[in-house]
């Protein structure tokens, strides 16, 4: 798990100071929430999922109307915290900010998994979307992803990828890549966290990565540090709108996304998940707090519906499940 830079938790406590808070708390139905409401976060403190879980669990109260505690819960991947709120009871007062590896990539690879990423669930909303970058060390000659594709195929086995670790988003999109251009020549470095990995690619020990965007990418992309050709996003990002998608640079499909989103136990009753969905855009809609999101490499869409976050799972899932079983991945 990539790390809060000191630079983001500065940007987030300005966000909390600079955001004003409506004046009275929009309590939802039959008064929910009449007590503090519980947002599990299904990996260790102080990664990409805190950045996300902290300012919304500070800054929601207002409109969701009483205080979040946010619980980190790491471990199995994601799969210990998803499996503890499948199986709280579906009041509402107990929440997961899941994502892509316990919702998607660990119901497909692991080979045991003690909850259902569908039937377990309510989903509320996709609260952020962070693309992957291709990356390359400066020391590389291409300055464009169709020139990076051109020279791995002249220069076949001299280049190895970079990874968070196996079965990470940056492993997966790697493969994708190799899977759209046909390139099979490029071994798999995988390391333990993004952390590790991002040292080695600076330093020039390995040369190619499909980084995990956060704000600390950016910036050293900015300084000259890491040279990122196109974003797997489908659409510019804009912390860096110079950049262009995959798909502009001409690789078609090469869409490769981590996000992280709202969850209810299944069976939570439908006004109070959309009482969770409408605070959340409300605040998501604060020009401070998309601030805060662009800086530190997320995106947010403030058209999201349960519906709509269920329909993404569903084209998730059909994206990376012939991936993951092409390169035959098993977890656990």
């Known amino acids: 798990m990539t790390r809060?830079?000191?630079?983001?938790?500065?940007?987030?406590?300005a966000a909390s100071a600079l955001t004003p808070a409506p004046l009275f708390a929009q309590q939802g139905p039959g008064g929910y929430p009449d007590r503090p409401v519980k947002l599990i976060v299904p990996f260790a403190p102080?990664?990409?999922?805190?950045?996300?879980?902290r300012p919304w669990a500070e800054k929601v109260k207002p409109y969701l109307g009483n205080t979040v505690v946010v619980e980190n819960m790491g471990g199995a991947g994601g799969m210990i915290g998803a499996a503890a709120a499948a199986r709280a009871k579906n009041d509402g007062y107990t929440l997961l900010l899941g994502g892509g590896g316990p919702h998607v990539i660990n119901p497909i690879a692991a080979r045991k998994i003690n909850y259902h990423w569908k039937n377990d669930f309510e989903p509320i909303t996709v609260a952020t979307i962070n693309g992957l970058g291709a990356t390359v060390n400066p020391s590389v000659p291409v300055k464009s992803l169709m020139e990076l594709i051109d020279y791995l195929k002249k220069n076949p086995e001299k280049m190895s990828y970079a990874s968070a670790g196996t079965g990470s988003a940056t492993h997966l999109g790697a493969e994708l890549f190799k899977r759209l251009t046909g390139i099979s020549d490029l071994p798999h470095v995988p390391y333990k966290g993004g952390g590790a990995s991002l040292v080695d690619l600076v330093s020039g020990q390995v040369k190619l990565s499909f980084v995990n965007i956060t704000g600390q990418i950016l910036e050293l992309h900015k300084q000259g540090k890491l040279r990122i050709l196109a974003m797997t996003t489908p659409q510019r990002m804009k912390g860096v709108p110079e950049i262009p998608t995959c798909e502009e640079a001409g690789l078609k499909d090469m869409i490769a996304l981590n996000f992280t989103a709202l969850f209810a136990p299944a069976g939570t009753p439908r006004p109070i998940v959309d009482h969770v969905a409408n605070a959340t855009r409300k605040l998501l809609a604060e020009p401070e707090f998309q601030k805060y999101l662009i800086a530190s490499g997320a995106e947010s869409s403030l058209d999201d519906t349960p519906e709509k976050t269920a329909a993404f799972l569903e084209d998730e899932h059909k994206r990376w499940g012939p991936v993951i079983k092409h390169i035959g991945l098993t977890i656990g």
């Open 4 to 13: 809060l830079t000191r630079r983001q938790f500065s940007a987030l406590a």
């Open 46 to 53: 102080g990664g990409v999922y805190d950045s996300f879980a």
